[in-house]
């Protein structure tokens, strides 16, 4: 059974984004619906893992372009990595991911699906009403993530390196299997895979690999 700790006297929120207008926003609309809660911020990642250690929040809201420590360069990758820890670490946390780039949990699909806590997707383009729905939907442990359409079938680590080495870094087969560790053998296989997922196949006079590439940053698998 779900608790609704919107109900609560005492809430406990911490709101994690580097963008100070948006961080002002959320605070504002935070403070009018829950007058009486305990709201905390955070600017990075490094400082959003220590709060939720000793803060101990009813609920997390996260952006996903995030740097690591202040002066760092914000990353959707420091921000999907930040959120699979608090995933891990904190089974029954409950989070809303308040992003314009919700396309990118892909990535963490998994971990996202056995989570415990509430767990809640708000694009920045979303009314202020829109917000504070999903907000008290993952309040009372609510899972509500419909809006990602995320491809079918489950995406391995595997393949997201294999994306990550050959469109981010630019490396070529021969390299990426030596990288990985693996043969070229299972370099090809991960392909096969991968693609499948995207739903990209072999079409004539059109390139496979500029096609992977394209739909995988269009479906969140790369920046």
Do not use: C
Request: hydrophobic share 40%; aromatic share 4%.
């Amino acid at each position: 059974m779900t608790q609704d700790l919107s109900k609560q006297k005492t809430l406990k929120i911490l709101v994690v984004d580097d963008h100070e207008l948006i961080l002002s926003g959320t605070l504002d609309l935070l403070r009018r619906h829950y007058p009486q809660a305990e709201i905390l911020t955070a600017n990075t990642t490094q400082n959003a893992l220590q709060q939720v250690k000793a803060f101990q929040p009813d609920l997390v809201i996260i952006d996903l372009s995030l740097p690591e420590t202040s002066g760092d360069t914000a990353e959707i990758n420091q921000g999907i990595k930040s959120l699979g820890i608090l995933i891990k670490n904190y089974t029954t946390l409950n989070l809303v991911v308040q992003s314009s780039y919700v396309k990118a949990l892909v990535r963490i699909k998994p971990d996202i699906d056995a989570h415990e806590g509430g767990f809640t997707v708000a694009d920045k383009g979303l009314s202020s009403q829109e917000m504070l729905q999903r907000i008290d939907l993952a309040l009372k442990g609510v899972t509500h993530t419909k809006d990602l359409k995320m491809p079918r079938g489950v995406v391995k680590p595997e393949w997201l390196e294999l994306l990550n080495l050959a469109f981010t870094e630019g490396l070529e087969d021969k390299v990426i299997a030596d990288r990985m560790k693996v043969s070229a053998r299972t370099v090809r296989h991960y392909w096969s895979k991968v693609q499948d997922v995207l739903e990209v196949y072999p079409e004539n006079g059109k390139s496979l690999r500029i096609q992977t590439e394209k739909r995988a940053r269009e479906e969140g698998f790369i920046d």
